[in-house]
């Protein structure tokens, strides 16, 4: 099979005696690596009908890009080679790249369906403010000497600053058409619902790619109820009532309003501040490998 392999060189699991193994694993013949933000899609668009599967190694970023660039029936490949590489992890492949690679070249097709924030397609989550805003606040903080990302340690480090600045209050700031008022919103077409680290948040454990979207939206957040909150992030129980968690499972189109600009997160990407989002569901929107 005539394959493509898109590599983004400065992903955290990425290096040349990686490259090199999963490229033969693949028996991928064309390696192109990406040189900046928007590369892979281009990339990835260029391959159409050239070949007969695109294989990508990289980041759930990277993942996020190509998906944006292809159609349903080109399959993908997707080789892990991010600090979390939660698509990969989602459809069951192995999280060691080369094993993952393997596994790859004699994949059966699956077609899955994906979410999209306006006209831009995620693989795995969305959020609106709080996890967003971390996203943004640890892209501050800068790549590391090598050029990759900051590890699990800034996440955890910048999300208790983060709430310590607000005093681990958060108030209601948008609105969910048909759902209420909420503080932020999060938005699942899988579980585990995460971006950061090995451990998977079961924060929507019935999403599936098989569904719809799934969403969670905190009505309000105090500093008393954020050892109930964590609890039900961490093991799918506990969820409180209606009133301080809005949900809603299998959700064809979710519209979002903000009382003002708040960020946006893509698969782990900020992709700036918007005001009004509507989230919709495609169902069977490309075939992958597993």
């Not at 900046?36 to 190694?57: D, S």
Request: proline share 6%.
């Amino acid at each position: 099979m005539a394959a493509l392999l898109i590599v983004n060189p400065f992903a955290s699991g990425v290096d040349e005696q990686r490259l090199a193994a999963v490229a033969a694993a693949l028996s991928s013949p064309e390696v192109v690596r990406t040189s900046g933000p928007g590369h892979a899609t281009t990339l990835a668009r260029e391959a159409l009908g050239r070949v007969e599967a695109i294989h990508v190694f990289g980041g759930d970023g990277t993942f996020n890009e190509v998906l944006n660039g292809v159609d349903a029936t080109t399959p993908l490949g997707l080789v892990p080679g991010g600090g979390t590489s939660v698509l990969p992890r989602a459809l069951g492949l192995p999280r060691d790249p080369v094993r993952a690679a393997e596994r790859i070249a004699v994949g059966r097709p699956r077609r899955i369906g994906l979410g999209r924030a306006g006209e831009r397609r995620f693989g795995f989550n969305a959020g609106i403010g709080l996890d967003a805003e971390l996203v943004r606040r640890v892209d501050a903080l800068g790549r590391r000497h090598d050029g990759k990302r900051p590890g699990d340690g800034a996440f955890a480090w910048t999300a208790i600053r983060l709430l310590a600045e607000r005093r681990g209050r958060l108030e209601s700031a948008l609105e969910l058409d048909g759902l209420g008022r909420a503080a932020f919103a999060l938005v699942a077409n899988c579980s585990p619902y995460t971006y950061v680290g090995r451990l998977g948040l079961p924060i929507a454990p019935e999403a599936s790619f098989d569904n719809g979207l799934d969403v969670v939206a905190p009505a309000r957040v105090r500093a008393r109820s954020l050892p109930r909150l964590a609890r039900y992030a961490v093991t799918g129980r506990g969820q409180a009532t209606a009133a301080d968690v809005l949900y809603a499972h299998d959700a064809a189109r979710v519209v979002v309003r903000c009382d003002a600009p708040m960020p946006l997160q893509l698969d782990g990407e900020d992709v700036g501040d918007v005001t009004e989002m509507v989230f919709t569901s495609e169902p069977d929107a490309v075939t992958v490998l597993v």
